[in-house]
């Protein structure tokens, strides 16, 4: 995995190229059929990034939730969703004295809000904004010689408790089963800006960024 934006690209590029089918469920023409309720769950590959997202330090997680398609017309509906979800960073170390990995977990109660826009049947665009919830962290450091192997849980005082960001993907229904990707972009710096006899610094000075696979189901 050279990025997680490169991973992006191409995850969206073949989904969009292999999975347009006929579907054999007909999109309702008044949101007649009424609201439906979901759960949805999927792997992640989270990151932290400053400047950009060129970054190889990803981490795999998952996320887990519940969502509710709440049709407003015969090819919109809106979507608000409620999901733990892990974010955070990964980065491998290496020095003449010891190697290993750091990993960065943030563990987060994410809520999104999204308009969904059926493009054909069985196809759809995704997007809006989302407010996620810290709810626990931790950093483990695994050394590969044996030396060192450390698990500390992170001063969640110096950690913003709220991540608010964009979201943005893609998705394919057949009948009540869907599968899709999605890409949420944090707009808020995880540490918190701290002072230090002076000196104002923000750890960690990276923001969220989340390249998401999932499946659903909804009844």
Same mark, same amino acid.
């Given at each position: 995995?050279?990025?997680? &934006?490169? %991973?992006?690209?191409?995850?969206?590029? %073949?989904?969009?190229?292999?999975?347009?089918?006929?579907?054999?469920?007909?999109?309702?023409?008044?949101?007649?059929?009424?609201? &439906?309720?979901?759960?949805?769950?999927?792997?992640?590959?989270?990151?932290?990034? +400053?400047?950009?997202?060129?970054?190889?330090?990803?981490?795999?997680?998952?996320?887990?939730?519940?969502?509710?398609?709440?049709?407003?017309?015969?090819?919109?509906?809106?979507?608000?969703?409620?999901?733990?979800?892990?974010?955070?960073?990964?980065?491998?170390?290496?020095?003449?004295?010891?190697?290993?990995?750091?990993?960065?977990?943030?563990?987060?109660?994410?809520?999104?809000?999204?308009?969904?826009?059926?493009?054909?049947?069985?196809?759809? %665009?995704?997007?809006?904004?989302?407010?996620? @919830?810290?709810?626990?962290?931790? *950093?483990?450091?695994?050394?590969?010689?044996?030396?060192?192997?450390?698990?500390?849980?992170?001063?969640?005082?110096?950690?913003?408790?709220?991540?608010?960001?964009?979201?943005?993907?893609?998705?394919?229904? @057949?009948?009540?089963?869907?599968?899709?990707?999605?890409?949420?972009?944090?707009?808020?710096?995880?540490?918190?800006?701290?002072?230090?006899?002076? +000196?104002?610094? +923000?750890?960690?000075?990276?923001?969220?960024?989340?390249?998401?696979?999932?499946?659903? *189901?909804? @009844?």
């Amino acid at each position: 995995m050279k990025n997680l &934006k490169n %991973l992006t690209a191409t995850v969206l590029m %073949l989904l969009g190229t292999t999975c347009i089918v006929n579907a054999q469920q007909t999109v309702t023409t008044d949101g007649g059929s009424g609201a &439906k309720f979901g759960i949805k769950g999927g792997v992640n590959f989270s990151n932290l990034y +400053t400047e950009d997202v060129d970054d190889e330090n990803v981490l795999t997680g998952f996320n887990l939730g519940v969502f509710l398609e709440w049709p407003i017309t015969s090819s919109l509906a809106l979507q608000p969703e409620v999901a733990f979800t892990t974010k955070g960073a990964e980065d491998e170390y290496n020095n003449p004295t010891t190697s290993g990995r750091v990993k960065f977990r943030l563990n987060y109660i994410e809520v999104p809000v999204l308009l969904k826009f059926n493009v054909t049947r069985n196809f759809n %665009l995704h997007f809006g904004p989302y407010a996620a @919830f810290l709810v626990d962290s931790k *950093i483990t450091n695994e050394d590969n010689n044996g030396n060192v192997n450390f698990e500390e849980a992170v001063n969640e005082d110096d950690l913003n408790k709220v991540d608010l960001g964009l979201a943005a993907g893609l998705g394919f229904d @057949f009948g009540n089963i869907g599968v899709g990707a999605r890409y949420n972009y944090g707009l808020t710096t995880v540490g918190k800006e701290q002072n230090f006899l002076g +000196t104002t610094y +923000t750890y960690p000075d990276g923001k969220n960024s989340v390249l998401s696979l999932f499946a659903s *189901i909804k @009844f």
